[in-house]
């Protein structure tokens, strides 16, 4: 790569930068030229240095002028009167002097009159957010109540969590020969045979930093793909095996495969001997799920699912990309722990070609800085009286151990019955919970935090949770207005990392960084020694955890840093803490009997749950909605409820669309395009209809994420927020025994022609 | 400088659909909303033979695509080329892209825009 960051081209000046936040998405930090002239941005270009992009972007890099100077953009703070919540016409331009004056005094005085713990922190996903909520929550404002109000943390939580509780490593990323500069032709490296696409849909997604389309580079060079998935989306066209299961039925398939790897010893013995704890246990177990059975719950047929076991087991070199419906299950523990039992007897983990862990990360938003795993360490940096005031603290003591987020599904029941205290304060950090983005049963957040005295909303744009809820607005910056730092998976697996780099002014717009650090330096001085972003980069960056030590300015100019990391890591100590060989857990191996899931009242093997509403599960209810909803997937042109202003982006995904297969549209008497509502016991939306034979008949998959812009903002009408909002039919608190998982995959509906 | 004997040869077998093209190209080209230079239609998925579904996308140049002449000439790659996810778009004389086309064997089209 070039050793500079800027230059100038044909006129105008450049800017290389790692993609990242705002506009989200995860931080995949794609290689970008930014095209500046007159203090403008005037085009973009992906960079073909960058050694993982390679100059490729997707279409929302792509559109970004359109997002930096749209007029509907928010660049200047904002105030109005809590009494006007949700007005859109009482906003009123402030200066940033007054905004911080108001904001100081506000905490100071919450702070001293109720206690810290009543001011709380709601983050969004895949922005900056996620790497500075914490430094803003239980830093900088010191607050024990940091929320991601996702029902069951059922987002990378529960994966990362089942990481730290069995594996005692961060997330086992698929190795795409992202550790060299020469990538796929590096010497030696293996190509996977095969790879396992398990409920993931990386091309859309670029899930947590993975570079999705890495997939198709190594399949054009013969990987072979196994697909597990309700819906027939691109890739499982071209798989080898698609296993097109049930929805929710993820942790019977995996202890299928199990079944058939342990009876006919397709397992690496020396591996488990050396590296696994319970393997006879987990053996044991795993004749409960004979694959006749397995068959007869996923809908797949038996030999389908015995011969991808095997292809899975016997490749030279495999791995699985497993996604967020590992998640959205009240069974997710056990699917991750069933997953990673997986990997782990077929000898993938930190293997080359396989399941790939992350070295010691500078930055580690969720754990300590130089370990990859999520290990809740707040009650090292704030008074532990403090932290122990956290909502939810006495409950769910699993979870607690690991997360530092508090629990979103039994904080609502605290929110909504103000105990053991009021919440006066809220921070919605580039937050959009109403929209059916995370939050179950949006409508009670809604009511939940309207009762706050006082909201603080941060977003580059305008959306339905601040609208509705804020009393201020503070304008984000996107990462073309910011120095900030890209760390793919947030540090939990650090592929690579790069410099974002500033290229123009925006109004007055600024980063989440620079917020944390403007109300860390005035209220806790002590914390801060740091008053600019760059001096904070240096610190972390600077590391002595870490092996690749760089300061800020070193890392713009060098672009890409792809930190050393060796394969086979747990041989060579490199995991543990204590520098001694084997994984962080308590019996130093992958726990495949898992000692703290005992410990936390769990089951220490993995089982399968059936869907609480199903029509095995529960016949009465899904005679009355018998169409299995599921929701979540993404498309190539939005990030959750974002981008539904830019109109080049809009224009490829215009309106909320329902898949179904053709038998189940002639069922319902629905043709293609009509407009339908899906309808449950918690509540109904209204989405277009998409006939297709890519899903199952009895499926259905809802888009998520959906608000208009174009419409109307005030309340109640919101932006349109409640009209295609999939959330509505999904309860919260229905998750596993720990306090991970939600139903949002698997939820049962009617359908019916929209009249209105 | 003419690009008459030039064309874009496609590999479709690996097109994900993404619409990086798309958008590359109004970028490129100033195209208005509902124009397009290139335009992703795609085919399925739908049940072909057996288990196999048919699910193919194919980008089709319209006739305001004019092949990146301005990059061609300051020495870059079309700007469809140049994004493109999947890195299956090829830009080049006829004859060379011919001969690509024949060593892929199948799942390729070739437009002369
Ligand atoms: S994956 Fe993210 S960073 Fe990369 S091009 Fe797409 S939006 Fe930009
Ligand atoms: S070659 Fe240029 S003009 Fe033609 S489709 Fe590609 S980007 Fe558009
Ligand atoms: S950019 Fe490439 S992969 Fe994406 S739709 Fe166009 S041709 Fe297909």
Redesign the interface.
């Known amino acids: 790569m070039r050793q500079e960051w800027k230059w100038e081209e ?1 006129g105008y000046e450049v800017i290389r930068s790692c993609a990242w936040s705002a506009p989200g998405d995860h931080p995949v930090g794609c290689g970008i030229k930014l095209y500046v002239k007159d203090g403008k941005l005037e ?4 960079d ?1 240095e960058h050694p993982i992009t ?6 929302r890099c ?2 970004l ?1 359109e997002y930096v100077y749209h007029p509907d953009r928010i660049i200047y703070p904002m105030k109005r009167d809590p009494k006007d919540r949700g007005n859109n016409d009482k906003w009123e331009r402030i200066t940033w002097d007054e905004a911080w004056e108001t904001i100081f005094e506000k905490i100071r005085y919450f702070t001293d009159k109720y206690g810290p713990e009543t001011i709380m922190e709601f983050t969004g996903t895949g922005r900056l957010a996620c790497m500075y909520n914490n430094l803003l929550a239980y830093e900088a404002i010191g607050t024990p109540n940091c929320c991601y109000a996702y029902s069951g943390v059922s987002c990378w939580g529960p994966r990362n969590s089942v990481c730290a509780y069995v594996l005692g490593a961060g997330y086992p990323e698929i190795d795409y020969a992202f550790k060299y500069e020469d990538r796929y032709d590096h010497p030696g490296w293996p190509l996977p045979e095969y790879v396992v696409i398990w409920g993931k849909a990386p ?1 859309e997604s670029n899930a947590d930093g993975l570079f999705g ?1 890495s997939v ?2 190594m ?2 060079r013969g990987t072979k793909l196994i697909s597990v998935d309700p819906r ?1 989306n ?1 890739l ?3 798989a080898e095996f ?1 296993l097109q299961l049930r929805p929710g039925t993820d942790a019977a398939m995996a202890l299928g495969w199990l079944n058939v790897i342990i009876e006919e010893d397709l397992y690496d013995h020396e591996f488990v001997d050396a590296w696994t704890y319970g393997f006879e246990q987990l053996a044991e177990r795993v004749k409960e799920y004979p694959v006749e059975k397995v068959a007869d719950i996923t809908w797949v047929p038996a030999e389908k699912i015995r011969a991808a076991a095997r292809a899975f087991a016997k490749a030279p070199a495999a791995s699985i990309a497993w996604g967020v419906s590992a998640d959205q299950n009240p069974n997710a523990p056990q699917i991750s722990h069933a997953i990673l039992a997986l990997m782990a007897i077929t000898n993938r983990i930190d293997a080359p070609g396989g399941n790939v862990l992350g070295g010691p990360p500078p930055l580690n938003p969720t754990g300590r800085d130089g370990e990859t795993a999520m290990f809740s360490q707040v009650g090292e940096v704030m008074p532990p009286e403090i932290w122990q005031k956290r909502l939810a603290a006495n409950d769910l003591p699993g979870y607690q151990e690991i997360q530092n987020y508090i629990q979103p599904d039994y904080t609502l029941e605290y929110l909504e019955r103000e105990e053991p205290y009021k919440m006066r304060m809220g921070w919605i950090q580039s937050s959009n919970f109403l929209s059916p983005t995370c939050s179950a049963q949006p409508e009670r957040w809604h009511d939940a935090v309207m009762k706050f005295d006082f909201n603080v909303g941060t977003d580059t744009f305008m959306n339905p949770t601040i609208q509705a809820l804020a009393d201020m607005f503070l304008p984000i910056g996107t990462f073309a207005e910011i120095n900030d730092f890209a760390i793919t998976h947030y540090g939990m697996c650090a592929t690579f990392y790069g410099s974002i780099n500033k290229a123009i002014d925006v109004g007055e717009t600024v980063s989440d960084l620079e917020i944390a650090l403007k109300i860390g330096n005035e209220l806790h001085p002590e914390l801060f020694p740091w008053d600019t972003p760059e001096a904070y980069f240096d610190a972390k960056l600077k590391n002595p955890a870490v092996k690749d030590q760089i300061t800020f300015a070193d890392l713009q100019n060098k672009g890409v840093l792809l930190p050393t990391n060796e394969y086979y890591k747990y041989k060579s100590g490199q995991i543990r803490g204590d520098g001694k060989p084997g994984f962080n857990t308590p019996t130093g191996r992958i726990e495949l009997y898992s000692l703290l899931f005992q410990k936390f009242g769990e089951d220490p093997l993995p089982y399968y749950i059936e869907p609480e509403y199903s029509a095995v599960a529960n016949p009465e209810i899904a005679s009355k909605y018998p169409l299995i909803l599921t929701t979540g997937a993404r498309t ?2 939005s990030f959750h409820s974002e981008h539904r202003q830019i ?3 809009r ?2 995904v215009p309106d909320p669309l329902l898949e179904m297969h053709p038998d189940t549209a002639k069922e319902y008497g629905v043709t293609d395009g009509a407009w339908v509502y899906i309808e449950n016991q918690w509540g109904k939306a209204k989405q277009r209809v998409k006939v ?3 899903i199952m008949p009895g499926v259905v998959h809802a888009m998520h994420g959906w608000w208009f812009p174009e419409e109307e903002p005030s309340a109640p009408h919101l932006y349109g927020v409640w009209k295609s909002n999939v959330n509505n039919m999904i309860p919260s608190k229905h998750m596993g025994k720990l306090g991970f998982g939600s139903p949002f995959r698997s939820a049962q509906v009617t359908l019916y022609l929209a009249t209105d | 400088m003419s690009l008459k004997g030039y064309g874009l040869l496609i590999d479709y ?2 097109c ?5 093209c ?3 190209c ?2 490129e080209r100033n195209i208005p ?2 124009k397009w230079g290139i335009k992703v239609e795609t085919i ?4 072909a033979e057996g ?1 196999r ?3 193919n ?1 194919i980008p089709c140049p319209t006739s305001l695509c004019n092949l990146c002449e301005e990059r061609i000439a ?1 020495g870059k790659k079309p ?1 469809c080329v ?6 299956v778009m090829d830009y080049g004389p006829i004859d060379e892209l011919a001969k690509k086309a024949a060593e892929k064997g199948s799942k390729v089209v070739m437009f002369l825009p």
């Open positions: 044909d085009k973009v270009e992906g073909e390679q100059g490729r972007l997707c279409p792509l559109a002028k091309l389309h198709v580079d399949m054009k027939v691109w499982a066209s071209r698609h190539f042109v109109k080049t982006l224009e490829v297709t034979e890519g | 077998e690996f994900s659909g993404c619409h990086s798309e958008v590359a109004k970028n909303l509902g399925g998925p739908w049940k288990d579904y048919e699910f996308h300051k700007s140049h994004h493109c996810l999947c890195q």
